[in-house]
């Protein structure tokens, strides 16, 4: 990547500053309520950190891709020296880094919380991870998407399967027995069956992730 | 050894579903200025964008500044200021920031032609560009064109949204970049009173095709209308490179592309008139002439 690349994955960040603080700051307060006793107060947090990091995902993409294309900003940032490979090459990672910030200080924030809680029984953390991941696979879909699209409609269609796509993932996964008959353990259980969930999940995000650049990037037509 | 063209684009086709720009040809020499004409959906910004490598022709051959477009156009690009009334700046940020973004990308920039810019435009830097009126922030576009002192402008519609008096300070400045004698700007309008104010030479495009392209004292110098007086039952003899002809009882009026004494000579004692044309009815003549031409 040349250091036009660089800069204007810069300016992506420089762009979505507040969003990231405020993403970061609403989830680590999320984990805070998680981790303050009750039950109720456990689930409440954890719908709400997982709304925060979902939610930014789709505004971030929203944003990053097809607002830029919206408010005809793209022409501005396609006359400057770069041809269109270098353009989705700078979007696929200047976005991707954006969302990986707040979801590395978060998914942190959460495995800390499991292990750090007294009374939290860590046998949860497997499924805990696995959650995490495919919240970054989800995440690298919309992306992946919105490169792809040219109309709102369509945006609006990958978001709706987005977050539908984590309610099946917990009502899918989560009563896996090999998840389900320890998350109460004391300590975790890394069998066989987290490192296939996890290795589809890195296979999957791999694909999404590099359809841009091989189908995206050899369009014709920017514009 | 001839100077490399700044835009040179060789039968040049690309087609969309309800319009195909057709067999376009046209060059741009170092320090000339073309005015790229045409009415509403004649295919100036399909070819402004063919030219900076934003689409891709389906025939044809469209290299800037001496690079193959669109596959160099990193390279191109970066001799290259492009606006066009499309473009937006990012609204999260000031003007100040866009210069500072600019500035770190070309090398050229010249902060001190910034700066006055800024004042002549009455710009602010430190305004949002969400805050800027659509004027504000066309002159904000050109200003951050401008500074990063290109050897091609590529303008698409750049007055469009501009009041008189800033359609004028913008025309102004474009006529001090050609200063240097090694800088082209290619200019495209509607607005044929600010193509005729600056620029040397002029491309006429309509409905996909091109009408006409030469330079502007040339079609200024070859376009006349002539006012006839003739004796009721005369009939003109037909005439080479006559654009049209409008009969009203005695009074008939000829617009030729192709005036020359010999022609007044010919038509003798009849004529009571010879008007020049402005460029505005040099382009609609040229226009209407080229759609009963082309079946169009």
Same mark, same amino acid.
């Given at each position: 990547?040349? $250091?036009?690349?660089?800069? &204007?994955?810069?300016?992506?960040?420089?762009?979505?500053?507040?969003?990231?603080? @405020?993403? %970061? #700051?609403?989830?680590?307060? $999320?984990?805070?309520?998680?981790?303050?006793?009750?039950?109720?107060?456990?689930?409440?947090?954890?719908?709400?950190?997982?709304?925060?990091?979902?939610?930014? @995902?789709?505004? !971030?993409?929203?944003?990053?891709?097809?607002? /830029?294309?919206? /408010?005809?900003?793209?022409? =501005?940032?396609?006359? !400057? *020296?770069?041809?269109?490979?270098?353009?989705?090459?700078?979007? !696929?990672?200047?976005?991707?880094?954006?969302?990986?910030?707040?979801?590395?200080?978060?998914?942190?924030?959460?495995?800390?919380?499991?292990? #750090?809680?007294? @009374?939290?029984?860590?046998?949860?953390?497997?499924?805990?991870?696995? !959650?995490? @991941?495919?919240?970054?696979?989800?995440?690298?879909?919309?992306?992946?998407?919105?490169?792809?699209?040219?109309? /709102?409609?369509?945006?609006?269609?990958?978001?709706?399967?987005?977050?539908?796509? %984590?309610?099946?993932? %917990? =009502? &899918?996964?989560? *009563? %896996? *027995?090999?998840?389900?008959?320890?998350?109460?353990?004391? $300590?975790?259980?890394?069998?066989?069956? =987290?490192?296939?969930?996890?290795?589809? /999940?890195?296979?999957?995000?791999?694909?999404? =992730?590099?359809? *841009?650049?091989?189908?995206?990037?050899?369009?014709?037509?920017?514009? | 050894?001839?100077?490399?063209?700044?835009?040179?684009?060789?039968?040049?086709?690309?087609? +969309?579903?309800?319009?195909?720009?057709?067999?376009?040809?046209?060059?741009?020499?170092?320090?000339?200025?073309?005015? +790229?004409?045409?009415?509403?959906?004649?295919?100036?910004?399909?070819?402004?964008?063919?030219?900076?490598?934003?689409?891709?022709?389906?025939?044809?051959?469209?290299?800037?500044?001496?690079?193959?477009?669109?596959?160099?156009?990193?390279?191109?690009?970066?001799?290259?200021?492009?606006?066009?009334?499309?473009?937006?700046?990012?609204?999260?940020?000031?003007?100040?920031?866009?210069?500072? +973004?600019?500035?770190?990308?070309?090398?050229?920039?010249?902060?001190?032609?910034?700066?006055?810019?800024?004042k002549r435009f009455n710009l602010r830097a430190e305004q949002n560009v969400s805050g800027l009126s659509s004027g504000e922030h066309t002159k904000a576009v050109l200003l951050l064109a401008l500074a990063r002192r290109p050897r091609l402008?590529?303008?698409?519609?750049?007055?469009?949204?501009?009041?008189?008096?800033?359609?004028?300070?913008?025309?102004?400045?474009?006529?001090?970049?050609?200063?240097?004698?090694?800088?082209?700007?290619?200019?495209?309008?509607?607005?044929?009173?600010?193509?005729?104010?600056?620029?040397?030479?002029?491309?006429?495009?309509?409905?996909?095709?091109?009408?006409?392209?030469?330079?502007?004292?040339?079609?200024?110098?070859?376009?006349?209308?002539?006012?006839?007086?003739?004796?009721?039952?005369?009939?003109?003899?037909?005439?080479?490179?006559?654009?049209?002809?409008?009969?009203?009882?005695?009074?008939?009026?000829?617009?030729?592309?192709?005036?020359?004494?010999?022609?007044?000579?010919?038509?003798?004692?009849?004529?009571?008139?010879?008007?020049?044309?402005?460029?505005?009815?040099?382009?609609?003549?040229?226009?209407?002439?080229?759609?009963?031409?082309?079946?169009?």
């Amino acid at each position: 990547m040349n $250091s036009l690349t660089y800069k &204007l994955i810069a300016k992506d960040f420089h762009q979505h500053r507040l969003l990231i603080a @405020g993403t %970061i #700051a609403i989830g680590l307060i $999320s984990l805070l309520v998680a981790g303050a006793g009750t039950l109720m107060l456990f689930n409440i947090g954890m719908l709400c950190w997982l709304t925060a990091i979902a939610a930014y @995902g789709c505004v !971030l993409a929203m944003l990053s891709i097809s607002g /830029e294309r919206k /408010e005809r900003a793209l022409l =501005f940032v396609l006359s !400057l *020296p770069l041809g269109y490979r270098d353009y989705v090459r700078l979007k !696929l990672f200047g976005v991707m880094l954006c969302f990986l910030a707040p979801w590395a200080i978060l998914t942190a924030g959460a495995v800390v919380l499991v292990l #750090a809680k007294p @009374g939290m029984a860590d046998g949860i953390l497997p499924f805990a991870i696995l !959650l995490c @991941g495919f919240l970054l696979t989800n995440f690298s879909m919309v992306l992946s998407c919105a490169l792809f699209a040219r109309s /709102e409609g369509f945006i609006t269609l990958v978001i709706i399967v987005h977050n539908i796509a %984590i309610s099946l993932f %917990i =009502f &899918l996964v989560g *009563p %896996i *027995p090999a998840f389900r008959d320890h998350l109460q353990d004391a $300590s975790p259980t890394w069998g066989p069956e =987290f490192w296939i969930v996890l290795a589809v /999940e890195a296979a999957t995000l791999f694909v999404i =992730f590099s359809l *841009p650049y091989f189908v995206v990037a050899r369009r014709r037509d920017f514009i | 050894m001839t100077a490399t063209k700044h835009i040179e684009m060789h039968a040049v086709r690309k087609a +969309f579903r309800f319009f195909t720009l057709e067999d376009l040809s046209l060059d741009l020499a170092p320090g000339q200025i073309m005015g +790229f004409v045409g009415p509403n959906g004649a295919g100036k910004s399909t070819s402004i964008r063919l030219m900076m490598g934003l689409l891709a022709p389906d025939a044809g051959e469209v290299r800037v500044l001496g690079h193959a477009m669109p596959e160099n156009q990193a390279l191109a690009k970066r001799d290259i200021g492009f606006v066009s009334d499309d473009m937006r700046l990012f609204g999260h940020a000031t003007l100040g920031w866009h210069m500072q +973004f600019v500035a770190s990308i070309y090398p050229g920039w010249d902060a001190q032609y910034a700066k006055a810019l800024i004042k002549r435009f009455n710009l602010r830097a430190e305004q949002n560009v969400s805050g800027l009126s659509s004027g504000e922030h066309t002159k904000a576009v050109l200003l951050l064109a401008l500074a990063r002192r290109p050897r091609l402008l590529i303008l698409d519609e750049p007055t469009s949204g501009l009041d008189p008096v800033a359609r004028h300070e913008v025309l102004n400045e474009l006529m001090d970049v050609l200063r240097d004698d090694d800088r082209s700007i290619l200019f495209s309008s509607h607005n044929t009173v600010d193509v005729e104010r600056i620029s040397d030479c002029i491309t006429f495009i309509d409905r996909g095709r091109l009408v006409d392209s030469s330079d502007k004292e040339d079609f200024l110098e070859r376009w006349r209308r002539i006012y006839m007086q003739v004796p009721p039952g005369t009939a003109l003899p037909d005439l080479p490179h006559l654009v049209s002809r409008v009969v009203d009882g005695q009074f008939v009026t000829l617009t030729t592309d192709r005036f020359s004494p010999d022609l007044l000579a010919f038509l003798g004692a009849n004529v009571r008139e010879v008007h020049r044309m402005s460029l505005e009815e040099i382009f609609v003549a040229s226009v209407f002439h080229h759609r009963e031409v082309a079946g169009l």
